[in-house]
């Protein structure tokens, strides 16, 4: 698959249902009392890492840069999607939320204290993994953390109608957490939890946090 066409479908995709998602997902957190732990986890090791900027890469709406905002995280959102980084600034007006692709992040090398892709590697197909992860471990500081959220499973979806039936074109790609433990270890960073389980989320989601290993270049 060409990357020029799964970035531009998926950025019609969400242009076209950024304020249905941001209606149904809005609350999501209030219902996923692990997910909350997790990301207050993850909080803390920013915290302990001697804090900065923490990118929420594919932030959507901005709900998770929001909720990591008020534990206390200096978090801000890229999202490929223009519409959607319009509902985040709309909803969030004091956060930092801008245009951008994980495929081509424009950050600079090891600016950032922690990143977070919550639900937002789904739809970016195997072979672009490894670039995207290199990406994730280029911005990050030495330590910091790295918290990926996705849907558990083998197979890949292709998405036609989504978020108040409207017409959608994605493919939603599950993957198995040790295969992708496996290549954020090829991508020079140490696992340190992983869990799966089910919730207002995912169906069946998976959770890997992991830091960017010391002395990787």
């Known amino acids: 698959m ?3 066409d799964w970035l531009a479908d998926t950025r019609a995709s969400y242009d076209t249902v950024a304020d249905s998602y941001a209606d149904q997902v809005r609350n999501l957190l ?7 732990a997790v990301l207050a986890l993850f909080a803390a ?5 001697g804090a900065g900027p923490v990118a929420d890469v594919g932030c959507g709406p ?6 990591l905002h008020g534990l206390g995280v200096d978090a801000f959102g890229i999202d490929l999607s223009p519409g959607m980084i319009e509902v985040a600034r709309r909803d969030h007006p004091g956060l930092r ?6 495929t081509e992040l424009g950050l600079t090398d090891r600016s950032v204290a922690g990143l977070i892709a919550w639900y937002s590697l789904i739809h970016v197909p195997d072979e672009e993994i490894g670039p995207v992860l290199a990406h994730f471990h280029r911005v990050l500081r030495p330590g910091g953390p790295l918290l990926l959220s996705f849907h558990v499973g083998d197979e890949r979806k292709l998405k036609t109608q989504g978020y108040g039936g409207h017409p959608m074109k994605v493919y939603v790609h599950r993957r198995r957490p040790d295969q992708l433990a496996a290549r954020l270890d090829d ?3 140490d696992v340190e939890a992983q869990r799966t389980l089910t919730s207002a989320e995912s169906r069946l989601g998976g959770l ?8 990787t270049p």
Request: charged content about 35%.
């Open 2 to 4: 060409n990357t020029d």
């Open 30 to 36: 209030d219902d996923t009392p692990e997910e909350r």
């Open 45 to 49: 090791w920013v915290r302990e890492n």
């Open 62 to 67: 901005g709900r998770i840069t929001a909720h």
């Open 97 to 102: 939320f801008e245009p951008g692709s994980m």
């Open 187 to 189: 991508a020079g960073f």
């Open 208 to 215: 890997l946090l992991a830091r960017r290993r010391p002395g």
